[in-house]
């Protein structure tokens, strides 16, 4: 990976684990200092209180209300405490479902959870939420369509390895992808990533999962994400910025 030359203010990074850093605080301001649009996604609700606390003080970044699949094995009670914050946020992440090898055993858990999570936001109302699918992807799609019916929430998919069918039947129940420079470093994504519509695009680090240059990456590293998108997308890192912005305003519309 070399260098991006691309300025970074203005640019989306709409899936970053902020308080997952060594210095939480830190973490928000540098995102905050570099004009990055960062979503910072919580893997429990006791997480979201000071992730928002942070949030607040910012232009740039907002708190995400999470319950992550990974974790609901063990923290499924916590869907009370999630309840009862649901109405202080427009966005929810990370949530979804996993079947991975380490996490099959408690998709019954994982499947409760994120109906659970749809139908909430679905009642509430207006919600973006950014969703995890690992081997899921079929399933996150049919509890999308059933629990969140078009015009009640909009929905991220983050970083997505489902099929090119699935993609396009994603597209047709009004859903975003969210797409990292790991996801772009493996030929089998790239036809995955070909087939997205430029207008459902935006880009996310996934820090601090991902790396840069040997390190956890950061929200100013979707550099590198737009830089690698712009050449399979045969655009300028420019345009592509841009277009990427303008996604992002187009999803905070509300519904």
């Not at 973490?27 to 990055?36: K, M, P, R, S, Y």
């Not at 973006?128 to 009640?152: C, M, Q, W």
């Amino acid at each position: 990976m070399v260098e991006s030359n691309i300025a970074k203010k203005g640019l989306v990074d709409f899936h970053c684990h902020l308080d997952l850093y060594p210095d939480h605080e830190k973490a928000v301001l540098q995102a905050e200092l570099a004009g990055i649009f960062t979503l910072a996604v919580t893997t429990t609700p006791r997480a979201w209180p000071r992730n928002n606390e942070l949030a607040k003080k910012t232009k740039h970044v907002r708190a995400a209300l999470g319950l992550h699949p990974q974790l609901v094995a063990e923290h499924e009670a916590e869907i009370a405490i999630w309840d009862s914050l649901l109405a202080e946020t427009r966005y929810i992440g990370e949530v979804g479902l996993d079947a991975g090898p380490r996490f099959y055993k408690s998709m019954d858990a994982q499947k409760r959870v994120f109906r659970h999570v749809l139908k909430r936001c679905a009642e509430a109302g207006d919600k973006i939420l950014s969703i995890h699918s690992i081997r899921t992807s079929k399933l996150v799609l049919d509890y999308v369509e059933e629990f969140l019916p078009a015009g009640k929430g909009k929905v991220v998919l983050h970083w997505f390895s489902g099929t090119k069918k699935e993609v396009q039947r994603a597209v047709k129940l009004g859903c975003y992808f969210s797409v990292n420079s790991t996801m772009l470093a493996s030929e089998r994504n790239l036809p995955i990533i070909m087939e997205i519509p430029m207008e459902r695009m935006l880009t996310e680090t996934d820090g601090p999962f991902t790396e840069s240059f040997g390190r956890p990456s950061v929200p100013s590293d979707v550099a590198y994400a737009i830089d690698s998108i712009s050449r399979l997308r045969k655009k300028q890192p420019t345009e592509l910025a841009s277009i990427v912005r303008t996604n992002l305003k187009e999803l905070l519309t509300e519904t």
